[in-house]
């Protein structure tokens, strides 16, 4: 299949992504990062109600296509990742682990009850303006306020003026609703089957590991409270025969010493959970500062000690951790963006936008995760492009898939973006 736009990093087809999966040659991607279709027909999207994302086939010519050890991740529905993350595992992947994005400002989108059951007995029930009315708890007060046309403009509903009134059975359920407001979204986090070890699978196909240094969490805190804090290590009451070595304990105490300095300058380890910045600020509201104390080594009983408890006092041989202060939301990764992606970050070409866009910091954290710079990244729903801007970004290549020709020139505007930031050049397009 020839290539709707080619050029050093990104290949775009358009056309159906089985069509163009079966084209690829197996073992040729090092990771997948998509954002299919959630299946919940979202704006009455056909798109979004294929059943595409649940097809084992699609996952299988993803398998495919991996190289062996190459991580997938794929975003889903908080009501239907399940189905997803089923239909990935029953193509051979293994399902390594899920990441919450969690975000502050999601609309609920939930069916006012007491509304409903007004419409329903004041003989509007039926009326499908007046369903969708109720659904979202508003009152009916007239057409042009919500902007539907006729030949003059507006298009007449018959609820024109018409306020509706609670009835006795709907004021019994006032404040009932269908749904909870929405603020995170599951990733599914798979593999393909590595072949060998870890490290043979690392050395032979550059896949089966996680970036984590490249997707730290950055901070300014003293660290040092895990490996070297007191009695830690000792807990469950055994004596090492090495603890008697004083050379040993001093050479265990430096490449502590050394593992916390290297964590304290690339940052915190990073989470299966990913929060936007209103969701931090959320969480360190509800925990309020935090702080971790200052510890030394000590003895701190006859069975249970330190493992630089006996060395307290020997400069040489003691070691300290360091108390660190703050909100919760210091031990994840935040990201400067809106909860949605900002309007910056929405193409929209002669009035065409995409209804779902992810954020493109979060995408780029989640390409530099599974991929080495210079990898080869697979997205088989691209939608209005965020995963291939991402990728050119981060010096990786991209692999894209799109359907929809509506959403091919938000792809288009996106790969033109970096360019007028002089990041790369176009190449021919079809």
């Not at 089985?18 to 979202?42: G, I, K, M, Q």
């Not at 970036?211 to 660290?223: M, V």
């Not at 929209?348 to 780029?364: A, E």
């Given at each position: 299949m020839k290539p709707?736009?080619?050029?050093?990093?990104?290949?775009?087809?358009?056309?159906?992504?089985?069509?163009?999966?079966?084209?690829?040659?197996?073992?040729?991607?090092?990771?997948?990062?998509?954002?299919?279709?959630?299946?919940?027909?979202?704006?009455?999207?056909?798109?979004?109600?294929?059943?595409?994302?649940?097809?084992?086939?699609?996952?299988?010519?993803?398998?495919?296509?991996?190289?062996?050890?190459?991580?997938?991740?794929?975003?889903?529905?908080?009501?239907?990742?399940?189905?997803?993350?089923?239909?990935?595992e029953d193509s051979g992947f293994e399902i390594r682990d899920s990441i919450a994005w969690l975000y502050g400002s999601g609309f609920p989108k939930s069916l006012d009850v007491s509304k409903a059951i007004a419409s329903t007995e004041s003989g509007h029930g039926g009326n499908s303006v007046a369903q969708r009315k109720a659904a979202m708890g508003g009152d009916y007060v007239s057409s042009e306020r919500r902007g539907n046309r006729d030949g003059a403009g507006r298009r007449d509903t018959g609820l024109s003026g018409y306020r509706l009134e609670l009835t006795e059975n709907a004021q019994a359920w006032q404040g009932w609703g269908t749904a909870l407001k929405p603020s995170f979204e599951p990733i599914v986090v798979a593999r393909k089957p590595l072949s060998g070890t870890v490290a043979g699978n690392v050395l032979e196909h550059g896949t089966g590991a996680l970036?984590?240094?490249?997707?730290?969490?950055?901070?300014?805190?003293?660290?040092?409270g895990g490996s070297t804090t007191r009695g830690q290590r000792m807990k469950d009451g055994?004596?090492?025969?090495?603890?008697?070595?004083?050379?040993?304990?001093?050479?265990?105490a430096e490449r502590s010493r050394a593992s916390v300095a290297r964590s304290e300058e690339l940052g915190r380890w990073p989470t299966n959970v990913v929060l936007d910045e209103h969701q931090a600020e959320a969480l360190d509201q509800q925990t309020g500062v935090l702080t971790s104390g200052l510890f030394t080594g000590t003895r701190t009983s006859d069975k249970t000690r330190s493992v630089f408890g006996a060395f307290k006092g020997d400069p040489e041989r003691e070691v300290q951790t360091y108390g660190d202060s703050g909100g919760a939301s210091r031990f994840f990764p935040v990201f400067r963006y809106e909860a949605k992606a900002p309007t910056s970050e929405r193409p929209?070409?002669?009035?065409?936008?995409?209804?779902?866009?992810?954020?493109?910091?979060?995408?780029?954290w989640l390409v530099r995760l599974v991929t080495p710079v210079g990898a080869v990244v697979l997205e088989?729903?691209?939608?209005?492009?965020?995963?291939?801007?991402?990728?050119?970004?981060?010096?990786?290549?991209?692999?894209?898939?799109?359907?929809e020709a509506d959403y091919l020139p938000l792809i288009m505007s996106r790969l033109r973006k970096p360019l007028q930031q002089g990041l790369f050049g176009l190449g021919a397009g079809a």
């Open positions: 709707y736009y080619q050029d050093d990093l990104v290949t775009l087809y358009h056309g159906d992504c089985l069509d163009v999966l079966r084209e690829l040659p197996e073992n040729s991607v090092d990771a997948v990062c998509t954002d299919p279709p959630y299946e919940l027909a979202f704006m009455g999207k056909g798109w979004d109600a294929s059943g595409i994302a649940f097809s084992t086939e699609v996952w299988s010519h993803c398998l495919r296509i991996l190289k062996p050890g190459g991580h997938l991740l794929a975003f889903g529905g908080s009501r239907t990742w399940h189905r997803l993350a089923a239909a990935i970036n984590i240094d490249a997707c730290r969490i950055p901070t300014g805190d003293k660290l040092g055994w004596h090492r025969p090495w603890m008697d070595d004083p050379d040993m304990v001093a050479a265990n929209n070409v002669d009035g065409v936008q995409h209804p779902t866009v992810k954020p493109l910091d979060l995408m780029r088989p729903f691209a939608g209005s492009g965020t995963t291939a801007e991402a990728c050119v970004l981060e010096d990786r290549r991209c692999i894209a898939i799109e359907r």
